[in-house]
């Protein structure tokens, strides 16, 4: 009797036990500030040294982006310029010695120069002519010299220059005069790869002989092509074509007999494919499902290489040192900012150079991307990327937002975002809907919104946020909308053409007026103009009625919804003029609207400082009028911050 009581006693201290629950994410979470989001570190780039004892990256830490270099082996980061203005973005050392080279524009205009960083720290701005922009192409095969487009001769096209490193002297090696894009150099400097646009999608491929100055067409069919790389002995052009496929496949074309083999196809698009400095490795991506897949081959066995692995992250780039044996890569994923590692091809070892999250943030408290999939208005299936925040339960439904990207063709991939993070951080889910018209889902879905935009591209948004409504822990009652550029002109759609479907509308930098915008786009895009008015319309034409009708500007007595609008004074894309002229139309209703305007930035925010008030703002703009937090009617200052 005594056994059985103290077995009893056992059970019931147990079962008690049993009982006793673990504190979910969503009870022991923190809510973080977004100066705290914003200190996560973003870098990019990654070149080694001639002798692999440094790489040379840019990084935001400072609050703009600036160059530094980090020792291949782990240690600190050490600067190398120190703007406090325009953005530094490295390119590359310099193939023989430890010079640098590196890019800037002027506060987001995109004009960029090509630099030159002495190893005695001077610098000189190698590209100098005022208004010209330049854009660095590749090393050649011989690192005597560098290629790079500029368009100081006619500002609507890119000629191809060749800078010899000795004399530091540019030369002209192909005068653009009919609108082409250079692709890629041949190792011989024999042969350039050119495409022209026929429309957003479709584009014809050619290979031009400086020798002999010939133009040698390619593609067969009309069809997307793009030129990817030159075999290391010469012989065979590589690139990627949707010829008689939804997606994008790889080809080999024979440059002796014109011949053609198909050398590489996946179920997604081959984004990309180049062969490392000696040959020895093909390094392909995919866009698999909104995020990158690698592959790396062995040319010379055709098998594909073991890449590194990192727990619960994705390696989203890799680069080579000339002499192939090592190899750095970024890691990440929707929930962490990307780190950069070295690998030793010889030793396997790999190494974590830097750890980029603010180490004041919990890397559980953070969110994991879902890839879900609802069905539109006309049954078509639209991809979309899901944030759902901790918080969120049948007990506590949050309020939800339909991101849209830009674009038009733009793709919303599981990428790290802190503004997004900070939303959901802050008890928003986030629904990122790649609509009809978004890249990476095959050429059909990519052409569905040609010449319809505003009509169901907008009506995927809204079925999106049908699905949001439906989904356990969403508030229906409660979805707004957000976007930037053409993210931004949905936005604006929405409002206006929708005006009852979305509870708030956030416009970063969005298109309001088609007939302007297509106007005034910049001169640098005058190969790729055609091509774009194809697909949205010719200003200059009869679509210009409909362009005017599917522009919000025009319509802007139809909103009812509270907005917030964001713009950079210097954006070359979508003019100032856009977001001021939206403000003054809707404010003509009582609507509520908030203007922020950034006098340093363009397209797109990228310094610290101004992203920190921008998103802040928007937090602050949908814990009013989304959220119901707070008090309405007490709207954020105008004006320039």
């Known amino acids: 009797m005594k056994r059985i009581l103290v077995i009893a006693v056992i059970i019931s201290v147990w079962a008690c036990k049993k009982e006793e629950k673990t504190p979910s994410i969503a009870e022991t979470m923190k809510t973080y500030t977004i100066a705290q989001m914003m200190d996560n570190e973003a870098i990019g780039g990654g070149s080694f040294s001639p002798d692999k004892s440094k790489l040379l990256i840019s990084s935001n830490r400072s609050g703009i982006y600036n160059m530094y270099t980090i020792p291949s082996t782990g240690g600190e980061m050490v600067p190398v310029t120190q703007s406090d203005s325009s953005s530094v973005f490295s390119i590359s050392y310099f193939p023989k010695d430890e ?27 190698l590209t100098p002519e005022e208004g010209a922009r330049s854009l660095f192409y590749q090393w050649s095969q011989d690192r005597a010299s560098f290629f790079y487009g500029s368009n100081k001769r006619d500002k609507r096209f890119m000629d191809l220059y060749e800078m010899d490193l000795g004399t530091m002297e540019p030369k002209m090696v192909y005068q653009n005069d009919d609108g082409y894009d250079v692709n890629v150099i041949s190792p011989d400097k024999k042969y350039v790869g050119l495409s022209k646009s026929i429309n957003t999608n479709d584009s014809d491929l050619f290979l031009y002989n400086m020798e002999t100055k010939e133009l040698t067409k390619v593609n067969e069919n009309q069809s997307g092509n793009s030129g990817q790389d030159f075999s290391h002995d010469g012989t065979a052009f ?39 400095h000696n040959g020895t490795y093909q390094v392909t991506y995919i866009n698999e499902d909104a995020k990158n897949t690698i592959e790396v081959m062995e040319v010379a066995t055709g098998k594909n290489v073991d890449l590194p692995t990192v727990e619960n992250m994705e390696i989203t780039s890799v680069s080579f040192s000339d002499d192939e044996t090592m190899m750095r890569f970024y890691a990440g994923g929707s929930f962490t900012p990307s780190n950069l590692y070295v690998y030793n091809l010889e030793t396997k070892e790999q190494k974590q150079l830097t750890n980029v999250l603010n180490p004041e943030i919990q890397a559980q408290d953070l969110v994991k991307a879902e890839v879900v999939r609802f069905k539109s208005f006309d049954g078509l299936e639209i991809p979309a990327i899901y944030y759902k925040p901790h918080q969120a339960s049948e007990e506590n439904p949050v309020p939800a937002l339909v991101w849209v990207h830009g674009g038009p063709g733009g793709q919303s991939r599981q990428n790290f975002s802190a503004f997004i993070q900070y939303l959901v951080n802050h008890g928003y889910a986030v629904l990122a809907v790649n609509n009809r018209g978004s890249s990476g889902y095959g050429k059909t879905f990519y052409q569905m919104d040609d010449l319809n ?106 909103v009812t919804k509270p907005l917030i609008v964001l713009q950079g004074s210097q954006d070359p894309r979508v003019l100032q003029a856009e977001s001021d002229e939206i403000v003054a139309g809707v404010r003509k209703n009582g609507v509520p609207v908030e203007y922020v305007l950034f006098e340093d930035e363009g397209h797109g925010f990228v310094k610290k400082e101004n992203q920190i008030t921008a998103y802040s703002k928007i937090l602050e703009f949908l814990d009013v009028y989304l959220k119901g937090e707070g008090e309405e009617g007490t709207p954020i200052k105008d004006g320039n911050l």
């Not at 008689?244 to 083999?261: I, Q, T, V």
């Open 238 to 276: 590589y690139y990627t074509t949707d010829d008689g496929s939804e997606f994008a496949y790889l080809m080999k074309y024979n440059l002796e007999d014109g011949s053609r083999a198909k050398a590489m196809a996946r179920d997604w698009d081959i984004a990309g494919s180049y062969f490392t």
């Open 99 to 125: 010079r640098m080279l590196f890019r800037m524009d002027n506060n987001g205009d995109e004009i960029y120069h090509i630099f030159v960083m002495e190893t005695d720290g001077t610098h000189k701005d």
């Open 453 to 558: 935009h505003g009509d169901k591209d907008l009506k995927d948004c809204v079925e999106g946020k049908n699905w949001l409504a439906q989904q356990s822990g969403i508030d229906g009652e409660k979805i707004g909308i957000i976007g930037g550029s053409y993210g931004g002109y949905m936005t604006m759609a929405a409002l206006t053409y929708a005006p009852e479907e979305f509870d708030v509308g956030v416009n970063l930098f969005g298109v309001t007026n088609w007939i302007r915008t297509l106007k005034s786009i910049p001169p640098w895009w005058e190969s790729f103009k055609d091509a774009l008015y194809k697909e949205l319309g010719d200003p200059y034409s009869a679509d210009s009625v409909r362009l005017k009708q599917i522009s919000p500007l025009f319509h802007t007595d139809k």
